[in-house]
């Protein structure tokens, strides 16, 4: 299994800010991926992050707005940029972990992010 | 963007019957299904999951089953209890993608009364 932790576990925050999501698995991993919750909704993938290469973001997730860094592969961050109140959501770290020819994904337990 | 909605379907059931939870999945060539388990305040925990070679596989106290006919997941819960309560989620691995790289359902609401 692994254990992530994600930082903050949730916050309230300015429109016009920025914020910075910390991700920490208890091991190394080659994946890791960025996943956002609206209110009362399912979860939508917003990018892929792979240590020592760019993030692979899914459609209609920029960098811009959702910057991301994959320093080692324990750790990486996802950027809130330039918030509004429609990205108030729950943002989750999810990493791939396999153990005997079978893989797994496990999730954070999530950022709350409410913009006013 | 758009609205889905608020609200997601809810299942109501008595403690002890069992619950059955559907989904209907979006890539007919998704080859590996998982349910998930979101408990208010926290991420979705594993439960189940099953390949697209196999019809049905069996955990404890719950069974997943595929038509790949009709692009349809279906979750049986027996004896449920209260601490079953949670939002439902299942998700499929589109193929050529990684098994973190899912695609989600849109969530059950599993109300268990005491």
């Known amino acids: 299994s692994a254990v992530i932790s994600q930082k903050p576990s949730r916050d309230i925050c300015q429109r016009g800010t920025s914020l910075t999501i910390q991700c920490q698995v208890d091991?190394?991993?080659?994946?890791m991926f960025w996943y956002r919750q609206q209110p009362g909704q399912s979860l939508t993938l917003i990018a892929t992050?792979?240590?020592?290469?760019?993030?692979?973001?899914e459609s209609g997730f920029v960098i811009d707005k959702f910057p991301i860094s994959r320093p080692n592969l324990t750790f990486s961050t996802l950027t809130v940029s330039n918030m509004s109140p429609e990205d108030s959501s729950i943002y989750l770290c999810?990493?791939?972990?396999?153990?005997?020819?079978?893989?797994?994904?496990?999730f954070g337990q999530g950022t709350r992010l409410t913009v006013v | 963007g758009e609205s889905v909605g608020l609200h997601l379907p809810t299942l109501s059931v008595q403690e002890g019957d069992n619950s059955i939870i559907n989904c209907a999945y979006s890539?007919?060539?998704?080859?590996?299904f998982i349910w998930y388990k979101q408990e208010s305040g926290k991420g979705p925990q594993f439960i189940i999951d099953?390949?697209?070679?196999?019809d049905k596989r069996q955990g404890q106290r719950v069974t997943v089953l595929l038509n790949k006919t009709v692009k349809h997941l279906s979750l049986q819960i027996a004896a449920t209890q209260p601490g079953d309560s949670a939002v439902y989620f299942c998700?499929?691995?589109?193929?050529?993608?990684?098994?973190?790289?899912?695609?989600f359902g849109k969530g059950t609401k599993l109300s268990v009364k005491p």
């Open positions: 992050a792979n240590q020592g290469s760019e993030a692979t973001y």
């Open positions: 099953i390949r697209s070679n196999m």
């Open positions: 091991s190394q991993v080659t994946m």
């Open positions: 999810s990493v791939e972990k396999g153990s005997g020819g079978a893989t797994e994904a496990f």
């Open positions: 998700a499929e691995s589109p193929p050529g993608g990684s098994q973190g790289n899912l695609i």
């Open positions: 890539n007919s060539a998704s080859d590996y």
